[in-house]
């Protein structure tokens, strides 16, 4: 038999969709875990954008986009902004990484 | 003034991102709709030499043969042209080869010695149907209803494909390029894709074995290429004409204009 199966998926989503707001527009977002980290994906008129929370040289907790993208950065910050109001609000949890 | 700016991050952590990158793209290759006149690029399952071991490469939907030697050569390929003569030369379509003619055309090679499978959740064929207009006449232009066709308890199934290196003389590079292999469509399948009565050649386990391991005759490559998937084990989903603008791609949408499908 062919098996072109990977064993473990280096990426699966958990969870339920979740909608953010952004700029007067709603977006549906949904969790991935992959590589013990949490992507968030946020759809975008059919296709996709990938956020993750990283932390900079200095110690400092920022939102990213996957792959890392310099001109996006605007927008990332405050889409990891809303993700962020969104979890606390929904979750009543924080977003953090480890140093 | 400051008017360039970055963040940096520890060469741990830029490890790790470029990590969750590669995590990124698998799911992509999963999840997305890749539409062959994008002439993107797909996965694609080859042996890795002659073991039994299979790699998952990516490679440019739309096969180019070797006698195309510059990407305007492939441009004209794909989209015609108009020759010295004014002339117009027809497009050359390579997304999909058809079994029957898998050993007479330019595939003839990459079918005896280049075979691949193009994994797959589910594929997209559009019903055309005459409809009746505001008049009360039926329209010359017959709408055009989608279907996503996918294998009942697979989520995953394998079409056969054969894939060809491409050497852009100019650039000096080489550019992996395979087509699908279509067959004869089943009897849902011919009530579905009614224009053309064609489907991938979808492989069951010991074919698709067979089509990427096997030292195979003509003959054999022929009746693999050939092979009918049962109309009993396709799931039909009838979608929404616009389906591909919409976010949820997959939602089952019945329209009254379409004939009821008969198994059989």
Redesign the interface.
């Known amino acids: 038999?062919?098996n072109?199966?990977r064993g473990q998926?280096?990426?699966e989503f958990f969870g339920d969709n979740f909608v953010i707001e952004f700029k007067q527009k709603k977006y549906?977002c949904r969790a991935?875990r992959?590589?013990g980290?949490i992507?968030y994906q946020v759809?975008f008129n059919?296709s996709?954008l990938?956020l993750?929370k990283?932390?900079?040289?200095h110690g400092i907790p920022?939102w990213?986009s996957?792959?890392?993208d310099?001109k996006l950065?605007h927008i990332v910050a405050e889409l990891g902004k809303q993700l962020e109001d969104h979890l606390i609000e929904a979750l009543c949890v924080t977003t953090t990484v480890l140093k | 003034m400051c008017y360039y700016n970055?963040?940096?991050?520890?060469r741990e952590?830029y490890i790790?991102?470029k990590?969750?990158?590669?995590?990124?793209a698998?799911?992509?290759e999963e999840f997305a709709i890749h539409k062959g006149f994008d002439y993107g690029d797909y996965p694609v399952?080859r042996p890795i030499g002659k073991t039994h071991e299979?790699e998952?490469v990516k490679m440019q939907w739309g096969f180019l043969p070797s006698y195309l030697k510059t990407w305007e050569d492939v441009k004209k390929f794909r989209n015609g042209y108009k020759d010295e003569t004014g002339k117009y030369q027809k497009p050359y379509l390579t997304l999909n080869a058809t079994s029957e003619e898998l050993l007479n055309r330019i595939y003839k090679d990459a079918a005896l010695r280049r075979r691949c499978?193009i994994?797959s959740i589910g594929f997209y064929e559009w019903m055309h149907v005459q409809v009746v207009g505001k008049s009360g006449k039926l329209l010359k232009t017959p709408e055009k209803f989608p279907y996503l066709v996918r294998m009942k308890g697979q989520e995953?199934f394998?079409m056969a494909g054969v894939w060809q290196p491409w050497f852009d003389t100019e650039a000096k590079m080489i550019t992996n390029t395979f087509s699908l292999i279509t067959t004869v469509a089943n009897s849902l399948m011919k009530q579905i894709h009614n224009s053309k009565e064609r489907m991938p050649t979808i492989l069951p386990?010991?074919l698709?074995?067979a089509w990427?391991y096997h030292d195979l005759s003509e003959q054999d490559i022929l009746d693999i290429a050939n092979y009918q998937v049962a109309s009993q084990d396709m799931i039909p989903i009838p979608l929404d004409k616009d389906f591909?603008?919409k976010?949820n791609t997959h939602e089952r949408v019945v329209y009254k204009e379409v004939p009821e499908l008969i198994y059989g």
């Open positions: 038999m062919v072109c199966k998926p280096p990426a549906n991935i992959a590589n980290r992507i759809n059919g996709c990938y993750t990283s932390i900079n040289q920022f990213t996957i792959p890392q310099l950065r | 970055s963040i940096k991050v520890t952590e790790q991102l990590e969750l990158e590669k995590a990124i698998f799911l992509n399952i299979t998952r499978l994994p995953e394998y386990g010991d698709a074995e990427l591909l603008k976010e």
